[in-house]
T-cell receptor, first 112, second 111 residues
């Protein structure tokens, strides 16, 4: 089946560690997005990429980094600089500007 | 980007029609209106998108008046499985940037 796969579903981080969340899509979509969702809140945009080897900061990019070396992959690294990383992280992709975004099922990150 | 206002929560019973209205007074000419549904611990799922008048698909209808300053998502004959958070988003989908998700409307369906 075509879709977006996020892994792992649950992730735990120790203080001071960097962790990387995986997002893979086999939909052949050009654009990919990372969002953060806190309990009872909407989604906030972290980073997005419209083509390979290019990405832009969203509203809350501080403490995060991304790469887009391949069309199908858009990993997100939560660095130790992100002081409040506990959240639900969602990855999305879109075929083109006329199509809606498709979302993965998220990764829940917690701090030990 | 246009700001949207939705009710925080709504309650309904199985078999009823549910209408969720979203206000977007400063919608721009190029903006589309998009609705998503989200269940706990899952990613949002696209429901419907429209620009003006009425759009209907197999799960919902979207009503947009001529001034486009509001829109109404209509869910016919809801069931318990329709209990979820519903997001109304407004933005220029051709701009290629991400749309803004607000807090959404939590719909609770009871038997």
């Amino acid at each position: 089946d075509g879709g977006i796969t996020q892994s792992p579903k649950y992730l735990f981080r120790k203080e001071g560690q960097n962790v990387t969340l995986s997002c893979e899509q086999n939909l052949n979509h050009d654009a990919m997005y990372w969002y953060r969702q806190d309990p009872g809140q909407g989604l906030r945009l972290i980073y997005y990429s419209q083509i390979v080897n290019d990405f832009q900061k969203g509203d809350i990019a501080e403490g995060y980094s991304v790469s887009r070396e391949k069309k199908e992959s858009f990993p997100l690294t939560v660095t130790s600089a992100q002081k409040n990383p506990t959240a639900f992280y969602l990855c999305a992709s879109r075929q083109d500007s006329h199509q809606p975004q498709h979302f993965g099922d998220g990764t829940r990150l917690s701090i030990l | 980007l246009a700001k949207t206002t939705q009710p925080i929560s709504m309650d309904s019973y199985e078999g009823q029609e549910v209408n969720i209205t979203c206000s977007h007074n400063n919608i721009a000419t190029n903006d589309y209106i998009t609705w998503y549904q989200q269940f706990p611990s899952q990613g949002p799922r696209f429901i419907i998108q429209g620009y003006k008048t009425k759009v209907t698909n197999e799960v919902a209808s979207l009503f947009i008046p001529a001034d486009r300053k509001s829109s109404t998502l209509s869910l016919p004959r809801v069931s318990l499985s329709d209990t979820a958070v519903y997001y109304c988003l407004v933005g220029d989908i051709q701009a290629g940037t991400a749309l803004i998700f607000g807090k959404g409307t939590t719909l609770s369906v009871s038997s």
